[in-house]
């Protein structure tokens, strides 16, 4: 049976897409926001200057080949972060218009997204907590490839927060063990571009 929790805003039963999800849809959250943040245009903002800063972070790593071990981890280390910031803001402030991306893609193509997305958001939270940048990467003669790594330590973790890490872990393993760095990332990336490039008008905060 499916996790369902309360939204926070008007108290509808809702399934959560991420572990941190504390809304039932991107209404509920922009209200929330406005009530209690202020400034309804911040999330559009943010997504914008996000979105430069990722596809620059995920260029970087394209071109990083050459570099030596502790160089190439700074730079997964930055675009692991820009593409889950711009990840996690589209799915929570645009919801449906990121279903709506992935519903027009095959089924095996959006699998692909969506691990590789969990699979880098595993990589998120694991840096700088149990793990080093350069012990996610490894060069081989196929280039930079990210590394095969045993299942993580969970023993602090609630059932629940088990289940999100463990999904997590295994879409790493899955979809990014093993295979070209810069390409995982520049694929995930691409779809988040093509999501917010997708955001009407009328979906922005405030309006």
Request: hydrophobic share 40%; charged share 25%; net charge negative.
């Given at each position: 049976?499916?996790?369902?929790r309360?939204?926070g805003?008007c108290?509808?039963?809702?399934?959560?897409?991420?572990?941190?999800a504390r809304f039932?849809?991107?209404?509920?959250?922009?209200?929330w926001t406005k009530e209690?943040?202020?400034d309804?245009?911040?999330a559009?903002?943010a997504?914008?200057?996000?979105l430069?800063?990722?596809?620059?972070s995920?260029e970087?790593?394209?071109?990083a080949?050459?570099?030596?071990s502790?160089?190439?981890?700074?730079a997964?280390?930055?675009a692991?972060?820009?593409?889950?910031?711009v990840?996690a803001?589209?799915?929570?402030y645009?919801?449906?218009?990121?279903?709506?991306?992935?519903?027009?893609?095959?089924e095996?193509?959006?699998?692909?997204i969506e691990d590789i997305?969990a699979?880098?958001?595993?990589?998120?939270?694991q840096?700088?907590v149990?793990?080093?940048?350069?012990e996610f990467v490894?060069?081989d003669?196929?280039?930079w490839?990210?590394?095969?790594l045993p299942?993580?330590?969970c023993?602090?973790l609630?059932?629940r927060?088990?289940?999100?890490?463990l999904?997590?872990y295994r879409?790493y393993?899955?979809r990014?063990?093993?295979q070209?760095?810069?390409?995982?990332?520049?694929?995930?990336?691409?779809f988040?571009?093509?999501?917010?490039a997708?955001?009407?008008?009328?979906h922005?905060?405030?309006e």
């Amino acid at each position: 049976m499916a996790e369902t929790r309360l939204c926070g805003r008007c108290g509808t039963e809702f399934e959560p897409r991420r572990e941190h999800a504390r809304f039932c849809s991107a209404d509920c959250r922009i209200a929330w926001t406005k009530e209690h943040v202020g400034d309804p245009d911040v999330a559009h903002n943010a997504l914008g200057w996000s979105l430069s800063a990722m596809r620059e972070s995920a260029e970087r790593l394209a071109r990083a080949e050459p570099l030596e071990s502790a160089r190439m981890a700074v730079a997964v280390s930055e675009a692991v972060w820009w593409v889950t910031i711009v990840d996690a803001t589209l799915v929570r402030y645009y919801p449906d218009v990121y279903d709506d991306v992935l519903a027009g893609m095959s089924e095996e193509c959006a699998d692909q997204i969506e691990d590789i997305l969990a699979g880098l958001r595993y990589v998120r939270n694991q840096l700088g907590v149990r793990l080093d940048p350069a012990e996610f990467v490894q060069h081989d003669p196929a280039g930079w490839t990210w590394h095969s790594l045993p299942e993580p330590p969970c023993e602090s973790l609630s059932p629940r927060g088990l289940d999100w890490e463990l999904s997590r872990y295994r879409a790493y393993q899955a979809r990014l063990s093993d295979q070209a760095v810069a390409e995982t990332v520049t694929i995930a990336a691409d779809f988040l571009s093509r999501t917010a490039a997708t955001v009407p008008p009328s979906h922005l905060p405030g309006e």
